[in-house]
């Protein structure tokens, strides 16, 4: 089985299903974090990338965030100590919802896979991922939805 499908069979996490979020533990659980919004800025606090689960300090690779208005959910991933990248999570080619899971984006629908960078990694879609530009303060993340 080539590397690619062995992670996929492992890790995929549906955002639809995220009660399964903690069988997936290893993988990244899905976790929709809370937001705020000023204008066209969402506001996510940098505490929401981990968690304290029995005194220890678990890191979320990457959270959710789901916001009235906005159709599709948009996935942040923290990829070092200040730097984030977030992604919204509409396919390019038709459309559809993408999971998240095994360090890439994928689309159910016609098989589509994006990079966490929103790159394209495989077709039908051509054209990469809507991204959003992120400012970091000491505490939050301002990401600019515009
Ligand atoms: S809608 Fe995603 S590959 Fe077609």
């Known amino acids: 089985m080539e590397r690619r ?6 890790c995929y996490t549906t955002i639809g299903l995220p009660l399964l979020g903690g069988v997936f533990q290893s993988c990244g659980a899905i976790y929709y ?20 689960e029995d005194t220890k300090k678990i890191n979320r690779p990457f ?6 208005g906005i159709d599709f959910p948009i996935c942040i991933y923290k990829i070092e100590e ?4 977030a992604s919204l999570l509409k396919c390019t080619h038709r459309a ?7 360090g890439i984006y ?25 991204t959003f530009k ?5 505490e939050n993340l301002h990401l600019f939805l515009s």
């Not at 200040?82 to 990248?85: D, Q, R």
């Not at 559809?96 to 095994?102: D, F, I, P, S, T």
């Not at 994928?106 to 991922?129: N, Q």
């Open 96 to 102: 559809c919802e993408l999971n998240v899971g095994g």
């Open 82 to 85: 200040e730097k984030y990248i």
């Open 134 to 138: 992120i400012e970091i303060d000491n």
């Open 106 to 130: 994928s689309c159910p629908c016609h098989g589509s896979e994006f990079s966490i960078t929103g790159k394209v990694l495989e077709g039908p879609a051509d054209e990469d991922l809507k």
């Open 5 to 10: 499908k062995f992670i996929k069979a492992c």
């Open 33 to 52: 974090a809370s937001s705020t919004q000023e204008g066209d800025r969402l506001i996510v606090a940098k505490s929401e990338f981990w968690k304290i």
């Open 63 to 68: 959270v959710l965030i789901k916001r009235e």
